[in-house]
């Protein structure tokens, strides 16, 4: 009894670990919601993903550039990531690496590709 108490907990992913795959069936299954979709619980949770994504990203370049280290990308201090922005990134993924592909990884990607840094 008590293992089956603990699979919960050790099936429990931190936010930005989900795959490409799941986030994209998930944001379809909600799409047709509009606008109300982030209202939602479940859109709360792909929110979270992508916010948590982003603050790990910072954290990570922040420490890079106070360590005097070379960053991956060369973003502004701000910016903004339009939903369709996200969303047509996820998609260039083809459909067998969209599985193995966390959110923080296509987080990572996707700032590298948008914000360079000069060579």
Same mark, same amino acid.
């Given at each position: 009894m008590p293992v089956l108490l603990a %699979?919960?907990?050790?099936?429990?992913?931190?936010? $930005?670990?989900?795959?490409? !795959?799941?986030?994209?069936?998930?944001?379809d299954s909600l799409a047709r919601l509009g606008p109300l979709a982030l %209202?939602?619980?479940?859109?709360?949770?792909?929110? $979270?993903?992508?916010?948590? !994504?982003?603050k790990r990203y910072k954290a990570r370049i922040d420490a890079d550039r106070r360590a005097g280290r070379k960053t991956t990308s060369c973003p502004p201090e701000s910016g903004t990531l339009t939903p369709?922005?996200?969303?047509?990134?996820?998609?260039?993924?083809?459909?067998?690496?969209?599985?193995?592909v966390s959110i923080n990884a296509a987080f990572d990607a996707l700032m590298k590709k948008r914000y360079p840094c000069p060579a």
């Open positions: %699979a919960p907990l050790l099936c429990a992913m931190a936010p $930005g670990d989900m795959s490409v !795959a799941a986030f994209l069936t998930r944001a %209202a939602t619980p479940q859109g709360n949770q792909l929110k $979270g993903e992508v916010v948590a !994504a982003g369709d922005q996200w969303l047509a990134h996820l998609r260039s993924y083809p459909a067998q690496a969209r599985k193995t």
